[in-house]
């Protein structure tokens, strides 16, 4: 996969205990010492749509900074999105972060970019030159005092598209994604590309619940994406992978009713699923998002902020896919033999779909 030049690929390491001080929007130090001296870290995070609770992304997010709480004394306030909420909307999320002394400031989705130089973090990080921010999933915004947090979704969802294939009993999968972007396609054209690794003639029936024109509304959507869903398997699919967030559970629900199986993306969600749901979930694509929030927050505590995008992805324990349930158990080593060739470099994974 090519990368921009510049570009930074980040090897998960271990968790050290570290002392951070901050400086709000004015330079001025966010905490004092407590907790056996270690300073107080005021962190921000902004949501995307759904929030935490959302069984995916969000959630995702929080459980980073869930994790720097074992070695971090945090401050920490967490902001949600309003659905149909403006550009202006998202800014003043971000400033009101900024302005109350929260440094860094972690802006969850690319929903927080819009336009690369006018849109909310663009106007964020200018409005806020002291604090460092960092957005997760976009690479388009450059700033001095901004970190781009981003994936190889497209690897990681190779891997689940041959998990696909490997257990489909049809010969037809289908994919569902929340929102008809740039960043959706890399999961469905690296699904696409381990399924058909598989069995060359494999079909895949993609569907988008939504564009950027609804606001992308299709990721918090279940009764939609249950019904999208219910129509592959109607239409003789066995498998359905759906990159959704919150419009997930409805596939998961159409799965269950219809007797066939589904994947979960960005956490393992077989583990957070309702009991009568876990039972279709065949894997997920893991997204680790809160490696990514994690890393971000200990290395700015340590001193350590790169400005610019890094890229987790399978070499990183950025992406991968979860095993919760047993149904990948006859087929996992199949599947680590294709993660490592593609971590080799023998296997290149498409980050479009062949359609565009």
């Given at each position: ?123 964020a990080a200018k409005a806020c ?159 680790r998002v809160d490696n990514a ?64």
């Open positions: 996969m090519r990368r921009a030049r510049g570009m930074k690929v980040l090897v998960i390491v271990g968790v050290a205990a570290v002392a951070l001080g901050t400086a709000a929007c004015g330079g001025k130090s966010s905490g004092g010492n407590s907790d056996g001296g270690k300073k107080t870290v005021k962190v921000g995070l902004a949501y995307d749509i759904g929030g935490r609770g959302d069984k995916s992304f969000n959630d995702a997010a929080a459980a980073g900074l869930e994790r720097v709480k074992k070695d971090l004394n945090l401050d920490v306030k967490e902001l949600e999105a309003n659905k149909d909420e403006t550009d202006n909307d998202k800014l003043s999320r971000l400033k009101l972060l900024c302005t109350s002394g929260y440094n860094p400031v972690i802006a969850v989705g690319f929903a927080y970019a819009g336009d690369k130089d006018t849109g909310p973090i663009a106007s030159p002291n604090t460092k921010f960092a957005i997760i999933d976009d690479a388009s915004v450059k700033a001095p005092n901004l970190a781009n947090l981003t994936f190889a979704e497209e690897q990681g969802s190779f891997l689940v598209g041959a998990a696909a294939a490997l257990k489909s009993k049809t010969g037809k999968v289908g994919f569902i994604g929340g929102c008809q972007v740039d960043l959706i396609k890399k999961f469905e054209a690296g699904y696409v590309a381990g399924a058909k690794a598989v069995k060359a003639d494999i079909q895949v029936e993609p569907n988008y619940l939504s564009t950027v024109a609804d606001k992308c509304s299709g990721f918090n959507d279940p009764a939609k994406g249950q019904t999208a869903a219910e129509g592959m398997f109607d239409q003789g699919a066995d498998v359905v992978y759906q990159a959704a967030g919150g419009s997930g559970t409805g596939v998961f629900k159409a799965a269950k009713a219809k007797g066939k199986l589904a994947i979960g993306v960005d956490s393992d969600q077989y583990e957070t699923s309702a009991p009568e749901l876990k039972d279709v979930i065949l894997t997920s694509m893991l997204k929030v994690f890393q971000f927050v200990k290395d700015e505590g340590e001193g350590k902020f790169t400005a610019g995008e890094t890229v987790f992805d399978l070499k990183a324990d950025g992406v991968g896919y979860s095993t919760s349930g047993g149904k990948l158990d006859d087929i996992k080593s199949k599947l680590d033999e294709y993660k490592q060739q593609i971590i080799d470099g023998k296997i290149t994974v498409p980050s479009k779909p062949a359609n565009g």
